[in-house]
């Protein structure tokens, strides 16, 4: 509930604006930007206050405390009811102990009392109790009245102490000594108030001015004063010939002089009291202002700070944190495959303090945050490049390590017990990298150790420049003539070595023809069919020419047909690497794995700038690119184009082949497991 301060309280308020550091325009301005009505700024008070060498200037408006300024440098709202009570208290309870205050209730005070001291004198006089040690009781007989002549001779006539008369003497002796101790108690207590003892002795001040009020306002209805003026005759039949059950006026003889009390000042005393207790002199009181002003500008500059600080934090989240979501994301997932400390550490407080911003934006200093979020975000980022780098350049290296591994075991002739240990050794390091990785530099170390290891041993298995150079001329011949046969795919791989004899025909033409030549030329210069040894010599010659035709066109024959049943790894990179294309089959119906595969593979692909072409075989139709035809021609037509196949199907047995010769088809047949984990991947890259 809201304190109001009257206007008299101005005295205690340490200056005014026009004698400050700072100004009304500062201050208008201030509250116009928090859409405050000018009929409340155009009736605003001021009190300077220092606190902890900052200066600020609590607003008043009709008497209460509204706004906390804090005008040190500058013009903000102090809103932070803790803040607010830190900074007023003393002020507050320093101006709510004015000692003018309580020098003008003792005074009032005073002059009160004097207003009725002297009926109240005379009344003790006439009655004997203004004599030490007298009184008026039953058991003493109303000792102090019978000491005058006067009250005695009253006393006798009304029937004695216990009449009306003596009862009323000794009423009025109890209430004038429970005034007089009241008049004492207000005024010990109106001067000796401080800030230690102000809540307590306020309660003595309140409990001696409501004695003193009730007494003043009650002790002429006695007997021995004359009734009132405001007695009228219907009052009158009311009395009785019993005084105990009679209304006081009914028996009043007037023995004493009425009562003059100026309760003028009574009232006075009252409202300025009044003022008093309403000021905030307790810390809990002080409390309560601090609740005051804090709910105030809640009213009036919250909902503004609340739009401005939405405004901001937004702006933050659309920019600092646009990336925010996506950054942790890709820490965790590299934090589930490899245990670092310092990027953990980076996560954990930048996610606390996001969470504290999304939680607390309202009340936070968000240009503050915002530069410790950025901050945050930039080391983790940079924590994250550099350990990513690291654990995708392992992830590199296992692949090149399968890979090679691969083609290891696709070469028959290699010793395939030490393609075993190699996998081995790869599969215990995969195992280290699916899972989480918390020595990084010693997987890294035994990485590069069998990478190469692999490459020495695949160097030396797949090096056969021979074998490249004759498939590379056989494949050609057998491509060219293919292309002019129209004859089907699988006759065309059938009759490659056929094809591929061309060259070796050609090359043994042109020795027969050699040698024809020299024959005619030595007949016609030298006569040697003429002779009989020479003419020998010669069909020696022609037998071994001819033997060693035959035999060069059956070496020639049997390696071409070698070469096209079967091939190595190298011929099927060597194709990948000489043609833009790839052409990836799936023989038979789709399933999940074949799928996971064709995916693996084209990522791959792609990701070497190869376009990928998709065709599916089904009882002997080729659909690919929105067309249907026979297989035999798709096949065809990626043999004549130079493009490699990889064909995928499924079967019971796991196989890898490579066939290169007429085009260059690697297949994978296998299950579901097996397929899905497409071990070919590695060989596009």
């Known amino acids: 509930m809201k304190t109001r301060y009257a206007t008299y309280a101005i005295p205690f308020l340490l200056a005014m604006l026009c004698a400050s550091a700072y100004s009304t325009a500062g201050i208008s301005q201030l509250l116009s930007q928090y859409n405050i009505s000018t009929q409340i700024s155009s009736s605003i008070t001021f009190t300077n206050i220092s606190y902890s060498g900052d200066s600020y200037v609590l607003l008043y408006h009709s008497g209460s405390p509204y706004f906390l300024v804090n005008v040190t440098s500058g013009y903000s709202f102090v809103t932070n009811q803790g803040e607010i009570y830190n900074i007023i208290r003393n002020s507050t309870i320093s101006a709510g102990l004015s000692k003018a205050n309580f020098t003008a209730l003792s005074v009032l005070m005073h002059q009160y009392e004097n207003s009725s001291a002297a009926p109240l004198n005379d009344c003790l006089v006439e009655t004997g109790l203004s004599q030490s040690g007298s009184s008026c009781t039953l058991a003493n007989e109303c000792q102090s009245c019978r000491t005058v002549p006067v009250c005695s001779k009253v006393l006798s006539a009304t029937g004695g102490p216990s009449d009306s008369f003596g009862v009323g003497i000794s009423k009025f002796e109890s209430q004038y000594v429970n005034l007089t101790n009241s008049y004492q108690l207000f005024y010990a207590h109106t001067e000796g108030?401080?800030?230690?003892?102000?809540?307590?002795?306020?309660?003595?001040?309140?409990?001696?001015?409501?004695?003193?009020?009730?007494?003043?306002n009650n002790i002429y209805q006695n007997p021995i004063f004359p009734p009132t003026s405001t007695i009228n005759s219907s009052d009158?039949?009311?009395?009785?010939?019993?005084?105990?059950?009679?209304?006081?006026?009914?028996?009043?003889?007037?023995?004493?002089?009425?009562?003059?009390?100026?309760?003028?000042?009574?009232?006075?005393?009252?409202?300025?009291?009044?003022?008093?207790?309403?000021?905030?002199?307790?810390?809990?009181?002080?409390?309560?202002?601090?609740?005051?002003?804090?709910?105030?500008?809640?009213?009036?500059?919250e909902p503004v700070i609340d739009q401005r600080?939405?405004?901001?934090?937004?702006?933050?989240?659309?920019?600092?944190?646009?990336?925010?979501?996506?950054?942790?994301?890709?820490?965790?997932?590299?934090?589930?495959?490899?245990?670092?400390?310092?990027?953990?550490?980076?996560?954990?407080?930048?996610?606390?303090?996001?969470?504290?911003?999304r939680s607390n934006y309202l009340s936070l200093n968000l240009s503050r945050e915002n530069l410790t979020l950025k901050g945050q975000l930039s080391?983790?980022?940079?924590?994250?490049?550099?350990?990513?780098?690291?654990?995708?350049?392992?992830?590199?290296i296992s692949s090149d390590n399968l890979a090679l591994i691969l083609k290891l075991q696709l070469t028959k002739s290699f010793n395939q017990s030490i393609v075993l240990n190699l996998s081995r050794q790869e599969a215990a390091l995969s195992g280290d990298l699916s899972g989480r990785v918390s020595n990084i530099l010693y997987v890294q170390a035994a990485l590069?150790?069998?990478?190469?290891?692999?490459?020495?041993?695949?160097?030396?298995?797949?090096?056969?420049?021979?074998?490249?150079?004759?498939?590379?001329?056989?494949?050609?011949?057998?491509?060219?003539?293919?292309?002019?046969?129209?004859?089907?795919?699988?006759?065309?791989?059938?009759?490659?070595?056929?094809?591929?004899?061309?060259?070796?025909?050609?090359?043994s033409v042109i020795l027969l023809g050699i040698v024809l030549y020299a024959y005619e030329y030595l007949k016609k210069k030298y006569n040697v069919h003429k002779k009989k040894h020479a003419?020998?010599?010669?069909?020696?010659?022609?037998?071994?020419?001819?033997?060693?035709?035959?035999?060069?066109?059956?070496?020639?024959?049997?390696?071409?047909?070698?070469l096209n049943s079967g091939a190595g790894v190298n011929s099927f990179e060597g194709a990948v690497n000489a043609s833009n294309t790839i052409a990836i089959v799936i023989n038979g119906s789709l399933t999940p794995g074949i799928s996971s595969c064709y995916n693996a593979i084209s990522s791959g692909a792609r990701l070497i700038n190869k376009t990928v072409i998709s065709a599916n075989f089904s009882y002997g139709i080729c659909s690919s690119q929105g067309r249907k035809t026979s297989e035999d021609i798709c096949?065809?037509?990626?043999?004549?184009?130079?493009?490699?196949?990889?064909?995928?199907?499924?079967?019971?047995?796991?196989?890898?082949?490579?066939?290169s010769f007429y085009g260059t088809v690697l297949t994978l047949r296998g299950n579901s497991t097996y397929v899905a984990s497409c071990p070919v991947k590695f060989l596009i890259k």
């Open 379 to 396: 080391n983790l980022t940079a924590t994250y490049d550099s350990l990513n780098k690291t654990y995708a350049k392992l992830l590199n």
């Open 448 to 507: 590069v150790g069998l990478n190469n290891k692999s490459k020495n041993y695949t160097a030396r298995a797949l090096n056969d420049p021979l074998v490249s150079i004759s498939r590379g001329v056989g494949r050609s011949f057998a491509t060219a003539v293919a292309s002019f046969t129209g004859l089907p795919y699988v006759a065309n791989v059938q009759l490659a070595p056929v094809y591929a004899e061309v060259p070796a025909i050609i090359i």
């Open 193 to 216: 108030v401080n800030a230690s003892n102000a809540q307590e002795f306020l309660g003595y001040i309140n409990s001696a001015y409501k004695n003193i009020s009730y007494i003043t």
């Open 309 to 357: 600080q939405t405004s901001q934090f937004n702006a933050i989240m659309n920019s600092t944190l646009l990336k925010y979501n996506s950054t942790v994301e890709e820490a965790n997932t590299l934090l589930s495959h490899v245990n670092n400390s310092t990027l953990s550490s980076e996560l954990a407080s930048l996610q606390a303090n996001y969470s504290l911003l």
């Open 535 to 562: 003419k020998k010599n010669w069909n020696i010659v022609w037998a071994i020419a001819i033997l060693l035709i035959l035999a060069y066109l059956a070496i020639s024959y049997s390696t071409s047909a070698s």
């Open 635 to 659: 096949m065809n037509s990626y043999a004549s184009s130079g493009i490699p196949v990889v064909l995928l199907e499924n079967s019971s047995r796991n196989n890898i082949s490579i066939y």
């Open 236 to 301: 009158l039949t009311k009395c009785t010939s019993n005084p105990n059950t009679s209304p006081w006026y009914c028996f009043a003889v007037g023995f004493c002089e009425f009562t003059t009390y100026n309760y003028t000042k009574l009232s006075n005393i009252g409202n300025l009291l009044g003022y008093i207790n309403s000021l905030p002199i307790t810390n809990q009181q002080v409390e309560g202002v601090a609740s005051d002003v804090s709910s105030t500008e809640a009213r009036y500059i």
